[in-house]
């Protein structure tokens, strides 16, 4: 499932844009040297820039602070902070480094230094460098949010719970560090609390609900199997957004899940007209028309969810087609092809037993089933069927 918040990195951008450019405004004012009330107009200036979105013009002012002062702070940062803006990630690590190389304690060049680790999955040694400017602000809350998200995608789930709950207990009410509990309960598969971060965010923000929220919620239910419950929050996320791929996704889902396959069709194909080209979408739908009975349909869309790349559900939607269709020793040998890319997937032994029993061949539905037990893989389903059927 997607990240969500990610809107966060840029409101800390802007409010420290906002602190810099009112440290230059104070700092100008007491400035008498002609040199450094120009690194000051200059740095005004490429900060301004930097803060509406006009990069290039931002590095052109940063640049020429250079010219005069080498080892400018202020433009080491700035142009760390547009190459980060760039998403050239290298290049901001270069900028912030050799800002702290003369000025160790800046903290604009240590946070902009961690979000570019961060930004390149390198979580452990931004954890490093937060850690580092807690030392000088022990209680920003930004910066605890910012370790313990990093702490939760390297999974190490119990250390970033109690720095989510450490920021909760400073502020109750904080919506990066519930939606991060709410995150990592369900990269946990604990649903049901997950479901309790999630939806007192939705308590809080009742005038303004993320779409996000309610597709995350959705997305629980989902998982708890309580399809009727999903479905009414992903029906909430399409009358914000009616194009919403994740709620489109989970509509679908969930009516698939209650066995509601024409409704499932309807958002399938949706779906389809967003992404025409998405062989599980293009699979699910094949799923859906198969349990309607509508072969011919079905095998289209498998067929064309292979065109794309192989797929072991469409090739499996293929064999159960056959199987339906009475065609037992054509799904048999599609079964024992997909066995050798896939040999421990139960499923594919209990149909080509149940095809063999069609046929008549009891032995032959037994020795398929011991064929699972002898690779030492445990299945109540396969156990079951083969127990019935020596009886």
Not at 14 to 29: A, H, P, R
Not at 130 to 150: C, F, G, P, Q, S
Request: contains cysteine; hydrophobic residues 35%; proline residues 1%.
């Amino acid at each position: 499932m997607r990240e969500q918040f990610d809107g966060h990195l840029e409101n800390t951008t802007s409010e420290s844009v906002f602190s810099i450019v009112q440290d230059l405004e104070n700092e100008k004012n007491s400035e008498k040297d002609e040199k450094s009330a120009m690194i000051s107009e200059l740095s005004i200036k490429g900060y301004q820039k930097l803060k509406s979105n006009d990069l290039e013009a931002a590095k052109e002012f940063f640049e020429k602070i250079l010219e005069l002062d080498t080892n400018n702070n202020y433009a080491l940062v700035g142009l760390g902070d547009t190459e980060r803006k760039s998403e050239n990630f290298a290049e901001a690590i270069n900028f912030y480094n050799k800002c702290l190389e003369f000025h160790p304690d800046n903290n604009y060049a240590l946070f902009g230094l961690a979000d570019s680790y961060k930004a390149l999955n390198q979580f452990g040694k931004a954890i490093e460098i937060w850690e580092k400017y807690l030392v000088h602000d022990e209680k920003n809350i930004t910066v605890i949010t910012r370790i313990a998200d990093a702490y939760r995608k390297i999974h190490s789930y119990k250390k970033s719970s109690e720095l989510y709950q450490q920021i909760l207990k400073m502020e109750e009410t904080n919506a990066y560090a519930l939606v991060g509990l709410g995150h990592l309960n369900f990269d946990l598969k604990k649903y049901h609390e997950a479901l309790y971060y999630w939806k007192k965010m939705l308590e809080l923000n009742k005038d303004h609900v993320d779409i996000r929220i309610l597709t995350s919620i959705g997305n629980c239910h989902r998982k708890l199997k309580t399809f009727s419950e999903g479905v009414f929050y992903f029906q909430k996320a399409l009358e914000m957004d009616p194009k919403n791929f994740y709620a489109l996704f989970g509509l679908a889902d969930c009516y698939r899940g209650m066995n509601q396959q024409d409704k499932s069709v309807e958002y399938w194909n949706k779906l389809l007209e967003i992404d025409p080209e998405n062989k599980v979408i293009l699979t699910r739908l094949g799923d859906a028309y198969r349990n309607m009975g509508d072969y011919k349909a079905a095998e289209e869309y498998y067929n064309r969810a292979l065109n794309i790349d192989f797929d072991i559900y469409a090739a499996m939607g293929l064999a159960l087609i056959c199987k339906c269709e009475g065609k037992y020793a054509e799904a048999i040998d599609r079964f024992k092809n997909l066995i050798r890319n896939d040999s421990k997937n139960y499923r594919l032994y209990i149909d080509i037993a149940d095809c063999y029993i069609n046929q008549n061949k009891k032995e032959e539905a037994i020795r398929a089933l011991e064929s699972f037990q002898t690779q030492g893989i445990y299945s109540s389903a396969v156990n079951e069927m083969l127990e019935n059927l020596k009886k």
